[in-house]
């Protein structure tokens, strides 16, 4: 009986723990003075699910603003984007919007859903451009891992509609001024069944069309480079356990063939996201250099 009872004890302990997880306010980014903060905001929705995001926006008197679509990693089946703001306090430094978005998980849906949403996403700011006060030569995708190969489909795709019923017929034109890859997976089918790594997963994502190869190179990004592609900005740690750094080297290498500009920083000894304070410092150093570059910043 006492067995049972501390049982039971231990049961209660978690019920309440993750009900008093459930009243723990989302995180969000701590926010300079004089910017605005839009939280879940519901862009759209795709039968009962809603595509929410948290929005920041600078003082309108310092004019049109730069615009940062966030995009949080974790394989397409975790993660949130709440969890997902340690990479965006230098942009606020310079004044630039923020939007920080979800998209469908694989047990909610499989590939290509989070393509989808993310394109939904972005539908949504560039329908909203002149409300928020975003330059629209401005706007920037970012991700990390999983987030970072949906940052490139965003962006690589451009106006290539094959994945965007979820965002309906209103499409604005796509202009994108940059996209920042952090070890994203560029790759689907080689991450999926590739000889050296096999990801649990990718195969999860891609579902029943995980042998499909025709279909994981469709929604991989490397099958979408061409000469019209916007910049883009990589960095890979050469350790990397999870995405083998080939991808990024298959993906830089595919950039250059096609005249694209772009920018490969190699973390030496780096693992999956997880750097050193310096190479951290770095890859922010860095960021803001390739954008200034292309005049989205001063």
């Not at 030569?137 to 965007?164: E, P, Q, R, W």
């Not at 050469?238 to 995405?243: E, F, H, L, T």
């Amino acid at each position: 009986m006492r067995l049972i009872a501390i049982v039971l004890c231990l049961l209660l302990g978690k019920v309440i723990e993750v009900k008093a997880q459930d009243s723990i306010p989302p995180k969000k980014l701590i926010c300079p003075a004089g910017y605005t903060e839009k939280l879940d905001v519901t862009a759209f929705k795709v039968n009962d699910w809603e595509g929410k995001m948290d929005i920041y926006l600078p003082p309108k008197e310092l004019g049109l603003a730069p615009l940062v679509i966030n995009i949080h990693g974790g394989g397409w089946n975790k993660g949130t984007r709440q969890a997902a703001v340690g990479g965006l306090y230098g942009f606020l430094k310079k004044n630039y919007a923020i939007a920080n978005i979800s998209y469908r998980l694989t047990g909610t849906a499989t590939a290509p859903a989070a393509i989808e949403d993310v394109r939904a996403a972005l539908f949504y700011l560039l329908r909203n451009l002149k409300e928020l006060n975003i330059d629209p030569d401005k706007v920037v995708l970012m991700g990390g891992s999983a987030g970072g190969h949906l940052a490139l489909m965003c962006g690589l795709l451009g106006n290539n509609h094959i994945f965007d019923d979820v965002a309906g017929n209103n499409r604005p034109k796509v202009k994108i001024a940059a996209i920042i890859d952090k070890y994203g997976i560029s790759d689907v089918w080689d991450w999926a069944n590739g000889p050296n790594k096999t990801s649990i997963s990718a195969r999860k994502w891609l579902g029943d069309k995980a042998d499909d190869r025709e279909f994981a190179n469709s929604v991989s990004p490397v099958s979408y480079v061409s000469k019209d592609s916007p910049p883009v900005f990589i960095v890979h740690g050469d350790a990397d356990p999870i995405v083998p750094i080939s991808h990024s080297e298959t993906l830089y290498q595919k950039l250059l063939a096609a005249g694209v500009k772009t920018e490969f920083q190699i973390v030496k000894g780096g693992l999956h996201g997880k750097f050193s304070p310096e190479d951290d410092k770095e890859i922010g150093r860095r960021i803001m250099q390739f954008l200034n570059s292309l005049k989205i910043h001063q």
